[in-house]
């Protein structure tokens, strides 16, 4: 029983193709690839706990599986889960041109001059953040296009 269960899985973690369509209040992942019903709050909710606690979102976000979009950028991981724990503070904090979680973003992104950094990040403010729902990979994209 537990090789069938994990088998399920995998094979649900592993076909993105047939999982598209994700809502935009809990994003990618386990949760919102088998709970499809996301009518109510609670539905919802069993949909970013089941995400939360089986850890797969971020997984599928850094590897653009379980429904979730792979970023065109290469970068390490540890960039990637900051930028989707982060988006609101680093959504602020670029508008304003500095900021603790814009440091750490850069130093996970091993820029050197933080300070251009953040100033390019800061003019290109409405290219990043591109729109009210937009997702972290097309964030992480919009700043390796503007700021890399």
Same mark, same amino acid.
């Given at each position: 029983m537990? !090789?069938l269960l $994990? /088998?399920?899985a995998a094979?649900?973690? &592993?076909s993105?193709g047939?999982f598209?369509t994700v809502?935009n *209040?809990t994003g990618?992942?386990?949760?919102?690839?088998? =709970?499809?019903?996301?009518?109510s709050a #609670?539905m &919802?909710? &069993? *949909?970013?706990?089941? %995400?939360g606690t089986?850890?797969?979102?971020?997984?599928? =976000?850094t /590897?653009?599986?379980?429904?979730?979009? !792979?970023?065109k950028? $290469?970068?390490n991981?540890?960039?990637a889960?900051?930028v989707? /724990?982060n988006?609101? =503070?680093?959504?602020k904090?670029?508008a304003?041109?500095?900021?603790?979680?814009?440091?750490? +973003?850069?130093? &996970?992104?091993? #820029?050197e001059? !933080? #300070?251009a950094?953040?100033?390019?990040? *800061?003019?290109n403010?409405? !290219?990043i953040?591109?729109?009210e729902? $937009?997702e972290?990979?097309d $964030? +992480?994209? %919009?700043? /390796?296009?503007?700021?890399?």
């Amino acid at each position: 029983m537990k !090789k069938l269960l $994990v /088998s399920l899985a995998a094979v649900a973690a &592993l076909s993105t193709g047939a999982f598209a369509t994700v809502n935009n *209040q809990t994003g990618c992942g386990l949760g919102s690839m088998i =709970i499809k019903d996301d009518s109510s709050a #609670v539905m &919802l909710a &069993l *949909q970013a706990t089941t %995400n939360g606690t089986s850890g797969n979102q971020t997984f599928g =976000i850094t /590897s653009g599986t379980s429904g979730c979009k !792979k970023t065109k950028f $290469v970068m390490n991981e540890r960039a990637a889960e900051f930028v989707a /724990s982060n988006m609101d =503070i680093l959504a602020k904090e670029m508008a304003a041109g500095h900021g603790e979680s814009l440091d750490t +973003l850069a130093e &996970l992104l091993k #820029v050197e001059d !933080k #300070v251009a950094f953040n100033a390019t990040l *800061q003019a290109n403010y409405n !290219k990043i953040y591109s729109s009210e729902s $937009v997702e972290m990979a097309d $964030v +992480l994209d %919009n700043i /390796s296009t503007t700021a890399m």
